[in-house]
């Protein structure tokens, strides 16, 4: 990501094209909001607790925390939210398998800070991660966070 604001200016764009990026965290927004892209908010935690730690260095709880933090800077930058991800949502190389409560209980958490700031998510996503999704897994979860 170092080298990401010199990708972003060097895009020849079009008129016709929306252009966007990954922002990571808080720090990923600011800067993406400096230049020439397309900026979207989002929501996104991972199911799986130490997923989170290895690939962001904060836990859920953190994560969360994080959250409220760009929905204040979405908000003050008026900047459109339209989604919301729960990454790891069917297995963790680290954890194993996730229980499905666990995604739903996820996917809560995101629609509450949601609510908070007054703003109606277009779709939530359920992201296999690292690849450990089977089609009944895939029913299971969705399933149950449906159910919700």
Same mark, same amino acid.
């Given at each position: 990501? =170092?080298?990401?604001?010199?990708?972003?200016?060097? &895009?020849?764009?079009? $008129?016709?094209?929306? %252009?966007?990026?990954?922002?990571?965290? @808080?720090?990923? %927004?600011?800067?993406?909001?400096?230049?020439? #892209?397309?900026?979207?908010?989002?929501?996104?935690?991972?199911?799986? !607790?130490?997923?989170?730690?290895? !690939?962001? !260095? /904060? +836990?859920? +709880?953190?994560?969360?925390?994080?959250?409220?933090?760009?929905?204040?800077? *979405?908000?003050?930058?008026?900047? $459109?939210?339209?989604?919301? &991800?729960?990454?790891?949502?069917?297995?963790? !190389? *680290?954890?194993?398998?996730? =229980?499905?409560?666990?995604?739903?209980?996820?996917?809560?958490? #995101? @629609?509450? &800070?949601? +609510?908070? *700031?007054?703003?109606?998510?277009?779709?939530?996503? #359920?992201?296999?991660?690292?690849?450990?999704?089977? $089609? @009944?897994?895939?029913?299971?979860?969705?399933?149950?966070?449906?159910? /919700?």
């Amino acid at each position: 990501m =170092a080298d990401a604001m010199n990708v972003a200016e060097a &895009i020849r764009q079009r $008129p016709d094209v929306h %252009y966007t990026g990954i922002a990571l965290n @808080l720090r990923g %927004y600011e800067r993406a909001v400096t230049t020439k #892209l397309h900026i979207t908010g989002g929501l996104q935690m991972s199911a799986s !607790n130490t997923f989170s730690k290895h !690939n962001t !260095n /904060k +836990d859920n +709880d953190e994560t969360l925390r994080e959250q409220r933090r760009q929905m204040a800077f *979405f908000r003050d930058n008026n900047i $459109p939210v339209d989604s919301a &991800i729960v990454m790891t949502a069917f297995g963790c !190389n *680290f954890e194993g398998a996730i =229980a499905p409560e666990t995604v739903r209980d996820c996917v809560k958490s #995101l @629609l509450d &800070i949601a +609510d908070e *700031f007054g703003v109606d998510l277009e779709r939530v996503r #359920l992201a296999d991660t690292v690849g450990w999704a089977s $089609p @009944l897994q895939v029913q299971r979860v969705v399933g149950v966070v449906r159910d /919700k």
